[in-house]
C-alpha cells in the first residue's frame, strides 16, 4: 500500500529498529510507495513512511530492491555531492560519499545477501543507510 511520507525531521532522525519477518509488509508499502514516487526518488528507508525499522527500497538501475538491515562493510573512494531528500525541504545538501559499497542486507526471505555497489546505486544505498541511522543530509 502506497503510505503517506514523513517530513517531520525530529522523527526521521531516531534511529531504527532492526527489522524481522513481521516487517515484511513494511518492506512491500515501502516499495510500492517508492514506485509511486518513481518521477521525484530512488531510494526511500521505511522511517519515510513512519516505522522507525531498518529497511530501504532502492532503484537499482531500473531493478528495484528491498534491503532489510543493510550495513555497509566496506566503502572506497570518497567523493563530495550534492544530494536531496524527498522528505526534507530546502533542496540539495553538500555530503561525502563513496563510489564502491560493499553491502551485507537480509532479502524478503531474511537470507543474507552481500555485494558491492558502485556509482549511483552506491550512493543511494549510502543515502538510505544514513536514514535508518537517523542522519540527514
Known sequence: MVKELIHDPVFLAIKAEAATKEDVETGRD????????RDSCVGMA???????KRIIAIDNDGEYM?????????????YKTKESCL????GPRETIRYKSVKVQW???DFK???????????Q?????IDHCD????
Do not use: C
Open 30 to 37: 515501502l516499495l510500492e510507495t517508492l514506485i509511486a514516487h
Open 46 to 52: 521505511a522511517n519515510m513512511i513512519g516505522q522507525a
Open 66 to 78: 528491498v534491503m532489510y538491515n543493510p550495513v555497509i562493510l566496506k566503502k572506497d573512494g570518497s
Open 87 to 90: 522528505s526534507l525541504l530546502g
Open 106 to 108: 537480509q532479502d524478503a
Open 112 to 122: 543474507i545477501k552481500i555485494k558491492t555497489f558502485k556509482g549511483f546505486a552506491a
Open 124 to 128: 543511494i544505498i549510502q543515502h538510505e
Open 134 to 137: 537517523g542522519v540527514l543530509i
